[in-house]
């Protein structure tokens, strides 16, 4: 008797259980409008574990780098879970929590670790995906002790006929985290904003520029406005 290989039926149902995840290079890493890579080059990536029921487990790193200080130290890990699922007819939510984490950072205060939950929904206008969203840390030590809350849109689009989308970015934030702090300007809160591009050069890979800019003053390779490209390769 010789044996059969057994193939999936056309008719299985998906797996409960998917994975993706990505592998990115970026001339700047930029985190709401602030360098973390002291403006120049970082290589980042992401895995993900997605369930049929909406949750999913993920990671998420980059490579660090700062001028005359080492206090995230050369990485950052961070470690996020929560759930997105339609809530009504074209409407999508997204709840979750993220564990920022920096393995070898120098910072006294818990190395500069801390957890920010999230909320966000999101839709489509005719062509166009929108999103609003927010973040809010709650006061721990890697924060001195305060708070932040991070308020977001993003809108996206694709151009008919071609593998080009476009995306904007405006975002708040208000608290530890306010680039007016950051750059030592005042204790306000400040926005950041991106606007760029995207291009499908295949099905999993992908390139970018975008023009991103932040409230509070302009330091060079830190706050300073710039334009940032990316390489994507997903699986």
Request: zero cysteines; aromatic letters at 12%; glycine letters at 14%.
């Amino acid at each position: 008797m010789v044996a059969t290989p057994a193939f999936a039926d056309e008719t299985d149902p998906p797996a409960e259980f998917t994975v993706s995840g990505n592998v990115t290079g970026v001339s700047d890493y930029r985190w709401r409008g602030i360098s973390y890579s002291a403006g120049d080059f970082a290589l980042q990536g992401s895995i993900q574990v997605n369930h049929t029921s909406g949750f999913y487990l993920g990671t998420w790193g980059s490579s660090l780098e700062q001028d005359g200080a080492d206090t995230y130290g050369s990485a950052e890990i961070d470690v996020y879970a929560g759930w997105s699922g339609n809530i009504s007819s074209g409407l999508v939510a997204d709840l979750g929590v993220t564990w920022y984490t920096y393995p070898n950072g120098t910072n006294p205060a818990a190395s500069g670790n801390f957890i920010e939950p999230y909320a966000s929904l999101s839709t489509t206008l005719g062509p166009a995906t929108a999103k609003l969203g927010v973040n809010y840390a709650p006061k721990q030590d890697a924060l001195g002790g305060d708070d932040n809350v991070y308020v977001f849109t993003d809108l996206g689009a694709g151009v008919p006929g071609t593998p080009v989308s476009l995306n904007a970015h405006l975002g708040y934030s208000d608290g530890a985290l306010s680039p007016n702090r950051l750059t030592l300007t005042s204790a306000d809160g400040g926005w950041d904003y991106s606007v760029g591009a995207t291009a499908a050069v295949s099905k999993n890979l992908s390139v970018g520029v975008a023009y991103v800019g932040v409230d509070g003053a302009s330091i060079g390779g830190f706050s300073d406005d710039t334009v940032v490209g990316t390489v994507k390769l997903a699986f």
